[in-house]
């Protein structure tokens, strides 16, 4: 699952704050691509809100095309570490996580990571508790 992608990418990032319709920040991004630990995939990346650097770790875990993931980012998760379970095909994995608000039901997180032709995008999207999902982040990258 994504060996080939193993090495380090450049890119743009787009935040989104109401949706794919709402208003958008654009920043550089940059993303390494690793296999670690016999086999997981980790993902690391950086972008720039405001002026502040961000940045942000994936470890993906795939077993015949169940994938788990652990994911943790300076801007989106608080101090957990969010655990998201999906599925994992060739180019394309799809993780789904949660987690808890002040006021309410917990909300969703679904992180798809795609790799189309030269591009790796790592898209994600926030999941209200009715199961509505609104785009958050789309990260689209290229080799350096």
């Not at 550089?28 to 405001?50: K, M, N, R």
């Not at 006021?103 to 199961?131: K, V």
Request: charged share 15%; proline share 3%.
């Amino acid at each position: 699952m994504f060996e080939q992608c193993a090495g380090s990418w450049v890119g743009a990032n787009r935040l989104y704050f109401e949706g794919a319709d709402g208003p958008m920040l654009e920043s550089p991004s940059h993303l390494t691509v690793a296999i670690v630990i016999g086999g997981f995939l980790q993902l690391s990346y950086d972008w720039i809100y405001e002026g502040n650097p961000k940045q942000g770790l994936i470890l993906i875990g795939d077993d015949s095309g169940k994938a788990t993931a652990a994911w943790v980012d300076s801007f989106h998760a608080s101090k957990q570490v969010m655990g998201c379970v999906g599925a994992a095909e060739a180019n394309v994995v799809n993780v789904k996580g949660s987690y808890t608000v002040a006021e309410g039901p917990d909300w969703g997180w679904r992180i798809h990571l795609e790799l189309r032709g030269a591009e790796l995008r790592l898209t994600m999207f926030n999941i209200s508790p009715d199961g509505q999902e609104f785009l958050a982040v789309l990260a689209v990258h290229h080799r350096v």
